[in-house]
């Protein structure tokens, strides 16, 4: 057990220079008071930096800017390459794995080793990659850095070693795929065109074998010219020249025919017998006009040409749409036999596959299935039925179906609520899906011993709420509330938020959630707040609205005061904040000033409406207009269901409501709140004096940036939504702020007494809220229901509550608020609070029992408010021992101890950068302090005595969007939006990071190859020799000689190395570390053999050479040498 012995004093501190941490008290006027007794504080802490690391878990969502598709038919899995170097590798529900290239160069194709656990990526930096999918976490086993040419087309025969490499200058490379080295083998561009060609045929844009033969090779040029290459003898069997650029070709599996599709949205179809012109040419989407000619329409990106047993080929392609109707959507097109079939897409297509039962090219096909790749969707549509369905996608690609505006991760929910939210969103899903099984299903997924209830909520800009099920790494929407259906539908040109010029007036800003109550609060960009009651019956219901004047007449010019650097200030005494205006409990009610033209942004529905079963809207709280100047946005929202109470706050003041009585019981400015212990000098000037910048928002700390008043209230989520994804630096983003220079400041010099007050002009926002059960004053020996506020001048503020407990008189009788309790100081913006008993255990918030407002009454048994307290004393021996109050800003982190407020612990966190989130979280049976920094690190504290733990730079470069959606939880996790369309989940565990590789989805799985069909003696005897065909001797060494070292580079990579360090200790890990050492020895034993060869070879050929020689040189005299 460690002892921590904490004086009044404050001279010991976590961190060295902790100035602040001195906890002298001063009164209202500055009279010294008597300092409480010193007391030892003992608390077993238990973790130690040994239970931390980070790591990245599972990535959910929908590929970011994709580039490229691969699928492998025998183990039915699939790969997408995005434009930032992600590969992501999908095969049945639970099998989800990303990789990311370290130069993060674009994707340009994929290539499976179909049935062999690897894949092979090329990227625009014009590297091939080879990548090991026989563990769990992918690892690049070999990269090859072509030097002097630009990479356009890849093509890996099935069952083949040799990979074909086209390049821009129109060339075709072969790189042997076991050791990643160049083969001498070279098709120049100029040898595989005619001699008299004037012109340079463009880059490779098609290599494809022929069904027929494999010893030749199709080459597909974008200039429209196409070569059919034989192997054996290096010379072209017949050349095609074209007038229409070429884009894709694909074979009928007989190899008799091949098809093309062209720039000028034509398909042409090619017989072997004839090659000077095409079989046929057809424009599958090109009318005929009235003057005869044909309508010109867009290129034809990519066709694919399949056969099937039963019935007519399959011809599949994009693009091809005429170019007479501007606001057409993109299209694939199935054509089968005569029946032409249009399906339009929500998005630009990027790739699409046809999924077919054979991988041998030169079998019936027999297609399946189409994967069409979108800009911002997968979709897969069925081909064997007529009416072609999509099928339905188990993974969760319509996260950013609107833009995510906010995030909020619960982990180890209450049991219940995942069926529950399932039941209810199940009633809702979509129909019309294909009744047949998801066709990517590869892999094997166990759910691992280490799962529990989590639950991931994100608010989108269309005002909806999504909640996933997001328990054992995989993620799964249960259930969809649109908060805009409370509100009337705003008319284009009327109401106060056409002159906003608002795009989405219901986008979510933040969310705050009780599991257990079921208590959900939406707070959205319009300065609107939305209360709702979960309920399993469907009821008739009219919202009841409360509108509330929020607005801070005169402008605060704040100058640090002498006592900034006292942490504690005395009891208030007599001052008491009062309410600015009680609220009558009914809806639609106006503040009772008189200001008639005082309107808010939205208006609430006001007739009944009939409610499904789920989340049901109870109450609506709006901010006015007030003098033509808008509401400024909420900038934090706590809620109590044990106390029935809901306190929000915005850069004006203050305000708590009661939900249960519909009434406001506190409406108040920041200043005001103070009484006689506001730390700060303000000087009051007239309001009318640049009235403007009474508009302009304050708020210190990232994840609060609002715009300036000339853009008045536009959308605060603008970069978070943005789909460029400009990775814009903080720095950048800080200097858009309207008070970045205040800002600069307050970072740089540390909110140092010596800055003027007309430097410091600003406004104090209320940054976060927590409801609990504390010590209002010092001198009281029970807790009770009290309000924590902290702004954004690090000033924690605390206002004890008074609450009837009883059912009926909480019923009717009003909430009082009491003077304010203690004024704390903290360097930066005030994040989070916590409480924590004197054993260190942190205390949960008191929570009301849920219970359904609209179930049928039981007489027998009356329904009443159930109640769950966490009262500090509770777990302790002595009652009325106190607690432990954990305050975290922008900076710094402080312990105090309740009632007496002394300062028991300080650590300054950060002194270059500033702290995004902070959150105290459970792990390991324990408790710790986590923080995002603003430069991207990572770092826990110990609780209560704030040791560093863990402190890792994560993510050098921080953008916005990462800024406002990052959240910790419990258990050692953490979310962040990564991109527009996907969160990545990450652990700071070192017991998770153990169990990880349990935990995911095993990739590959042993399958045994289908055998080829049975071709018969015929077809064998006059089809070629395609199986005699042996690509060693053409291209091995020996044959084809050494490549050039210029040429290319070949990289070792990492594979082993980081399979290494991915396993995990024990057997898992001894089991990794043994199949990469057999590995790598097979590897090694391979290339000894090849060697072996080699000198074998060389020596019998020496020895012919040798013999040749003494047989020639027997006979002759010495005088004939």
């Not at 930096?125 to 990548?131: G, I």
């Not at 040898?191 to 045929?201: C, F, G, Q, V």
Request: proline share 6%.
């Amino acid at each position: 057990m460690k002892k921590f012995r904490k004086v009044l004093d404050g001279l010991t501190t976590s961190s060295p220079g902790g100035t602040m941490g001195s906890p002298s008290c001063g009164s209202a006027a500055g009279t010294p008071t008597a300092a409480p007794t010193p007391r030892d504080i003992d608390v077993q802490e238990t973790l130690v930096s040994e239970n931390f690391q980070l790591c990245k878990t599972v990535r959910h969502g929908f590929t970011y800017q994709p580039t490229a598709l691969a699928f492998d038919p025998v183990q039915k899995i699939l790969a997408i390459g995005s434009r930032s170097g992600g590969v992501r590798i999908l095969g049945r529900p639970g099998v989800d794995c990303y990789c990311q290239h370290e130069s993060g160069a674009a994707v340009l194709q994929l290539q499976f080793l179909i049935n062999e656990g690897a894949l092979v990526t090329a990227c625009a930096d014009d590297t091939l990659h080879l990548w090991n999918l026989r563990q769990r976490r992918p690892a690049v086993l070999h990269s090859l850095k072509f030097n002097r040419e630009r990479i356009t087309f890849c093509h890996l025969p099935f069952q083949s070693k040799w990979l074909y490499v086209g390049t821009e200058r129109g060339n075709t490379h072969i790189v042997n795929i076991e050791s990643f080295i160049l083969s001498g083998y070279v098709i120049m561009w100029n040898k595989a065109i005619e001699l008299s060609t004037k012109t340079h045929p463009g880059p490779v844009v098609h290599l494809s074998d022929s069904p027929k033969d494999e010893g030749k090779l199709l080459i597909g040029f974008e200039g429209g010219t196409i070569v059919q290459w034989d192997l054996r003898a290096k010379k072209a069997d017949f050349r095609i020249y074209y007038d229409e650029a070429i884009h894709s070709v694909s074979w009928h599996h007989e190899g008799k025919q091949f098809m093309c599709s062209h720039s000028d949205g034509s398909l042409t179809l090619w017989n072997l017998r004839n090659t000077t012109k095409p079989f046929q040419v057809t424009f599958p989407h090109g009318k005929i006009q009235k003057d005869g000619r044909k309508e010109s329409c867009k290129p034809i990106l990519k066709v694919e040409y399949k056969t099937s047993r039963n019935s007519e080929p399959f011809v599949i392609f994009s693009g091809g749409l005429s170019y007479d109707k501007a606001g057409r959507r993109p299209a694939l097109t199935i054509m089968h036999g005569k029946a032409i079939t249009v399906l339009e897409m929500d998005y630009p297509i990027v790739e699409f596959m046809v999924l077919c039962d054979t991988p041998y090219i030169n079998e019936i096909q027999e297609p399946y299935a189409v994967v069409v790749l979108l800009e911002k969707d997968l979709i897969v549509v069925d081909l064997t039925q007529s009416n072609f369905p999509v099928f339905e996608n188990p993974y969760p690609m319509d996260i950013h179906e609107s833009p995510v505006t906010c995030t909020a991760y619960f982990a180890d929910c209450p049991p219940d609520i995942i069926p529950i939210l399932y039941s209810i969103g199940a009633k809702h899903k979509k129909t019309g899906y294909s009744q047949k099984e998801w066709p990517i299903a590869g892999g094997t997924w166990t759910l691992g011993s280490h799962t529990y209830p989590e639950i991931i909520i994100t608010g989108h800009a269309d005002g909806s709420i999504k909640f996933w099920d997001a328990s054992a790494f995989t993620l799964q929407m249960l259930y969809k509330l649109k908060t805009s259906k409370v509100f009337e539908k705003p008319k284009l040109g009327e109401g106060r938020g056409a002159d906003l010029g608002e795009e989405d007036p219901f986008a979510v800003q933040m969310v705050s959630w009780c599991p257990h109550s079921r208590i959900f609060c939406v707070v959205g960009i319009s300065a609107h707040i939305i209360l709702y009651r979960f309920s399993k019956y469907d009821a008739n219901t009219q919202t009841v609205s409360l509108e509330v004047r929020l607005q801070c007449e005169p402008e605060d010019i704040i100058t640090p005061s002498e006592n900034e650097n006292n942490p504690c200030f005395s009891e208030p005494g007599s001052h008491s904040p009062q309410p600015h205006h009680q609220y009558p409990v009914s809806p639609g009610s106006r503040t009772p000033d008189g200001a008639k033209d005082s309107t808010p942004f939205l208006k609430v529905k006001d007739k009944t409406v009939r409610v499904p079963p789920g989340y049901q809207s109870d109450l609506v709280i709006q901010l006015l207009w007030v003098d033509g100047e808008p509401p400024q946005q909420i900038t934090s929202l706590d809620i109590n269901s044990a106390y029935g109470l809901l306190a929000f706050g915005n850069c004006n003041g203050l305000a708590v409501v009661d939900y249960i009585q519909k009434t406001v019981i506190l409406c108040i400015s920041t200043v005001d709140l103070y009484g006689a212990t506001d730390p700060y000098q303000r000087l009051t000037r007239s309001p009318r004096r640049n009235r403007q910048s009474t508009s302009e928002h304050c708020m210190r700390g990232l994840s609060n940036f609002y715009s300036d008043s000339k853009k008045r209230i536009r959308t605060s989520y603008q970069s978070l939504t943005e789909l460029t994804d400009n990775q814009q630096s903080i720095d950048m983003e800080r200097s858009k702020s309207p008070t970045s220079e205040s800002r600069e400041n307050s970072f740089s010099r540390s909110r140092s007494s010596s800055v003027s007050s007309i430097d410091r002009d600003t406004k104090e926002a209320i940054t976060t809220l927590q409801f609990g059960e504390s010590y209002g004053r010092k001198s009281d020996a029970l807790p009770t229901p009290c309000l924590w506020v902290g702004t954004s001048l690090g000033v924690v503020i605390l206002i004890p509550l008074s609450i009837p407990m009883d059912h009926e008189e909480r019923m009717e009788d009003p909430v009082t608020v009491g003077p304010s309790g203690a004024v704390q100081m903290l360097k930066g913006s005030v994040l989070r609070f916590a409480f924590l008993d004197c054993n260190g255990a942190l205390i949960q918030s008191p929570y009301e029992i849920w219970r359904d407002q609209n179930a049928p009454e039981d007489p027998d048994r009356p329904r009443r408010r159930k109640l769950v307290h966490f009262s500090p004393s509770s777990s302790q021996d002595a009652f009325g021992e106190g607690h432990l109050t954990v305050v975290c800003s922008e900076r710094q982190a402080k312990v105090f101890l309740m009632p007496s407020q002394s300062c028991l612990f300080v650590h300054n966190i950060t002194e270059s950068s500033f702290v995004l989130r902070a959150d105290v979280v459970s792990l390991c049976n324990s408790v710790c302090l986590a923080c995002f920094c603003a430069n991207g690190h990572v770092m826990t504290l110990s609780l209560p005595s704030l040791r560093p733990l863990m402190d890792v730079n994560y993510l050098p470069l921080t953008d916005m969007r990462i800024a406002r959606t990052f959240c910790f939880t419990n258990e050692g996790q953490a979310l962040y939006l990564s991109s527009p369309t996907e969160i990545q989940r990450i652990t700071y565990s070192q017991e998770m990071c153990d169990n990880l590789q349990e935990m995911l989805g095993e990739l590959f799985t042993p399958i045994e190859t289908p055998e080829a069909q049975n071709r018969g003696f015929l077809k064998g005897f006059f089809g070629g020799n395609a199986h005699t065909f042996d690509r060693e001797e053409l291209f091995g060494e020996a044959a084809a000689g050494k490549a050039s070292r210029s040429l290319a580079q070949h990289i070792p990579g990492q594979g082993g190395v980081e399979g290494m360090k991915v396993a995990a200790s024990g057997v898992v890990g001894d089991l990794a570390r043994a199949r990469i050492a057999l590995d790598e020895r097979g590897q090694r034993l391979g290339e000894l053999e090849e060697r072996t060869t080699l000198m074998m070879t060389s020596a019998e050929t020496f020895s012919k050479h040798a013999h040749e020689l003494m047989l020639k040189c027997k006979d002759k005299k010495w005088y004939q040498f």
